[in-house]
DNA sequence: TTGTATGCGTTATCAT
DNA sequence: ATGATAACGCATACAA
């Protein structure tokens, strides 16, 4: 009691009965005195008394808490998927165990083996840029233990997605580039490793199909870094050099969009009278800027939601993981702001 | 094996080896033959044997698991500090188990009952806007239960506190406003139940006081919300009043120094030639506005670090929390860029 | 209405 | 060099 927690124990030794007793009055059992529960939960709240979660979770070989492994923490869109998911877990009495990969493929493997060994019920997971093999997750999944990836998503049959509509929030962007008069649209592309790189090139060149518009692979320059400094670099070369003339731009993401616009301002170019810029996520500052970028809106906090709540269903036994819907595809949202308008 | 996970007496039972064999086997005990060693540990590796950190916890009333109490993780700052923590705590093998407030007293609470259920080995705090009592923390600091608090840091004898310097934060960048010549300088404050919010007020009239200029009560301008809105508004308001008349903002947050440089370019007011303005955080758009924003730089990441590292110090009892130093200030430093450089 | 015994997975202690 | 037993805190099947 000075030290450790009171337990049950305690309280039977107390009150001269038995730990069953106690266990049984603390929850309520039909088949114990009123008088009974009374002086049991009395003492229990005397004695400062904490059920012990780590000796349930043994007994029933559930944790009640599950996993998130993200690429990084200090990414806005990331935040708002882990404010989703801790948002729901909380509120279905979860706890939730964080870690970042670091966009590292080792320390990913090694996490799951810490949360497993944790006796999670469940894991999340978003997996990192250098991740070029799925076996870590495909040998668990196997054992039949849950996992549910978001944004992410890998290639791996039967395995159970959220995402947002990649292809299609490009493809609006793109669309509204070309509605706004803008003719020669560069894309600015992310890592080639993730499924959403390839997805938003995809949308970008299906729109430029559809309205009849060329498609340059050479106006398609990967950005693998992810850096202002990157895009900002790359597009003042492009800029400079004759071959390519761009009067637009559609970034895999809004860093790049930010990198883009500084090299224009550099380069001399209004934005958006000379040149069209679009960014994708939406984050935070995108409605800061001067001007506001438009960006398309991907909806985080209710990836990490609709995330968790496919998961606890899955481990609380609510769904088959078998003849479920194996993807979830949430809608983007193309916020038009100034920096692609020109009428 | 087929469904749970393979066990030490799963083992044991394989290989005709009682259950303490397989234990000292695995963790390579003097006494007990290579052989055995060996063939437990293929046998371990075949039967996919993960050791129950549940079971482990229980035995040792230890989880190697950390709580973080947080008001929100959709928040730059925080997030560069969640992201410290995890670092640490993963560097050294414990856990983060991570949960929000929301800036919710109740939960708060609750979140706080919750991991020592969950028999947490320590937990770091920074606590809700709403917090105006600290019974549940003392309550169990009371118990010797580790809490280490930081950024928002509570006035608790004894407790342990890892802050910035926000008097010297904000003193550098009010002083840098005088430097340049800006004379009518208004402070955006922040809400007042945060001792931030009165250390950057403080700083802030400090350095007004040792330049010889005036400190007017309503030149500070509290915000409580702490929304890009809320400011630029107040801003507005305060812009087309002819009471005061400013020619710098001092703002709490960068949050609220963009609110006001909204506000002054619907003025009509050049930055930084007509007005001068300084945030706090640093957060990471800051240097993608136009002008950049000047602010004062926390040093998130290693606030993080540092407060896991003396948290897994005291639980490791590498250090006293009785005789220790209570209180760790970080230093800001002061990002001076575009809009707040006249010369 | 209450008590006793057992087991969840692991390891420390005390045998052999 | 290995085994048997008890214990961590709790819940439950079975007894009384």
Redesign the pocket.
Known sequence: MKL??A???DIAREL??????I??A??DY????D??KRKVKEMAEKMNYR??AI??S??K?RSFTIGVIIPEVVHFFFSTVVSGIEEVAQSRGYNVILVQSNEKLEREISSIETMLSNQIDGVLVSYSKETNTFEHFTRVLDQGFPIVFFDRAPQIPGAINVMVDDYQGAFDATTHLISQGYKNIVHLAGPPSLKITRDRANGYKAALEKNGLPVHPDHIIPCPLGTVEESQKLVSELLSSSAVNPDAFFACNDIGAVGAMMACRDAGLKIPLDVGIVGFSDWQFCSMLEPKLSSVAQPGTLMGAKATEILLDIIEKKIDPETMEKSLVLETKLMDRDSSKRF
């Open positions: 450790g927690q337990t049950i124990k001269n009965l038995s730990a069953s007793t266990s049984r603390l929850k039909p088949g114990i005195s008088e009974t059920p012990n000796a349930l043994l007994r070989s």
